[in-house]
Protein backbone atom coordinates (compact mmCIF):
# COMPACT_ATOMS: atom_id res chain seq x y z
CA UNK A 1 0.00 0.00 0.00
CA UNK A 2 1.19 3.17 -1.08
CA UNK A 3 1.19 5.47 1.99
CA UNK A 4 2.63 8.94 1.18
CA UNK A 5 3.27 9.53 -2.48
CA UNK A 6 6.52 11.22 -3.08
CA UNK A 7 5.28 13.86 -5.35
CA UNK A 8 2.70 15.37 -2.80
CA UNK A 9 4.23 17.95 -0.15
CA UNK A 10 1.71 17.75 2.89
CA UNK A 11 3.07 18.27 5.66
CA UNK A 12 3.34 15.13 8.03
CA UNK A 13 1.58 17.30 10.69
CA UNK A 14 -1.10 18.50 8.84
CA UNK A 15 -1.50 14.33 7.65
CA UNK A 16 -1.48 13.47 11.92
CA UNK A 17 -4.55 16.21 12.15
CA UNK A 18 -6.56 15.43 9.82
CA UNK A 19 -6.12 11.36 10.56
CA UNK A 20 -7.46 12.58 14.09
CA UNK A 21 -10.66 13.52 13.00
CA UNK A 22 -11.00 10.76 10.69
CA UNK A 23 -10.44 8.38 13.74
CA UNK A 24 -12.82 10.46 15.47
CA UNK A 25 -15.43 10.17 13.08
CA UNK A 26 -14.72 6.36 12.33
CA UNK A 27 -13.30 4.46 14.75
CA UNK A 28 -12.38 1.42 13.11
CA UNK A 29 -10.14 3.35 10.93
CA UNK A 30 -8.30 3.95 13.88
CA UNK A 31 -4.20 3.28 12.76
CA UNK A 32 -4.74 3.15 9.17
CA UNK A 33 -2.67 5.35 7.31
CA UNK A 34 -4.07 7.53 4.65
CA UNK A 35 -3.25 6.96 0.57
CA UNK A 36 -2.46 11.09 0.10
CA UNK A 37 -2.66 12.66 -3.57
CA UNK A 38 -2.83 16.42 -5.00
CA UNK A 39 -6.06 17.08 -6.72
CA UNK A 40 -5.69 19.41 -9.86
CA UNK A 41 -7.73 23.11 -9.74
CA UNK A 42 -11.17 22.24 -10.89
CA UNK A 43 -11.12 18.00 -11.07
CA UNK A 44 -13.33 17.99 -7.78
CA UNK A 45 -17.12 18.14 -8.95
CA UNK A 46 -18.73 19.88 -6.39
CA UNK A 47 -19.32 22.82 -7.33
CA UNK A 48 -18.67 24.52 -3.87
CA UNK A 49 -14.91 23.28 -4.01
CA UNK A 50 -14.77 23.73 -7.65
CA UNK A 51 -14.47 27.88 -7.13
CA UNK A 52 -10.95 28.28 -5.83
CA UNK A 53 -7.67 27.75 -7.21
CA UNK A 54 -5.48 26.94 -4.00
CA UNK A 55 -3.84 23.28 -3.80
CA UNK A 56 -5.92 20.53 -2.52
CA UNK A 57 -5.66 16.87 -1.24
CA UNK A 58 -7.16 13.88 -1.62
CA UNK A 59 -6.60 11.55 1.23
CA UNK A 60 -8.04 8.06 1.36
CA UNK A 61 -8.52 5.50 4.12
CA UNK A 62 -9.13 2.30 3.72
CA UNK A 63 -11.48 -0.29 5.97
CA UNK A 64 -13.33 -3.09 6.80
CA UNK A 65 -16.22 -3.82 8.29
CA UNK A 66 -18.39 -6.77 9.27
CA UNK A 67 -21.79 -7.37 7.57
CA UNK A 68 -25.00 -9.26 9.45
CA UNK A 69 -23.63 -12.27 7.78
CA UNK A 70 -20.12 -12.04 8.97
CA UNK A 71 -18.02 -11.30 5.74
CA UNK A 72 -15.54 -8.22 5.60
CA UNK A 73 -16.73 -5.28 3.15
CA UNK A 74 -13.90 -3.02 2.15
CA UNK A 75 -15.00 0.95 2.48
CA UNK A 76 -13.23 4.23 1.32
CA UNK A 77 -13.49 7.11 4.04
CA UNK A 78 -12.48 10.19 1.24
CA UNK A 79 -11.30 13.61 2.62
CA UNK A 80 -10.58 16.41 0.42
CA UNK A 81 -8.10 19.08 2.13
CA UNK A 82 -6.78 22.27 1.25
CA UNK A 83 -2.79 23.23 1.60
CA UNK A 84 -3.43 24.45 5.63
CA UNK A 85 -5.24 21.17 6.03
CA UNK A 86 -8.73 22.44 6.44
CA UNK A 87 -11.50 19.95 5.88
CA UNK A 88 -13.47 20.88 2.71
CA UNK A 89 -15.66 17.40 2.19
CA UNK A 90 -15.59 13.41 3.68
CA UNK A 91 -17.10 10.91 2.24
CA UNK A 92 -17.75 7.06 2.32
CA UNK A 93 -18.59 4.18 0.08
CA UNK A 94 -21.02 1.51 0.76
Do not use: C, H, W
Not at 35 to 62: D, E, I, N, W
Not at 65 to 83: F, H, I, L
Amino acid sequence: MLILDQITAMDPKVIQNISQEVYRRFPDLRGRRPRVQAVKPGQTRSAGLASTSSARYLLVFAGRVATSTGKQMPYNVRVVVDEQGKILKISTSR
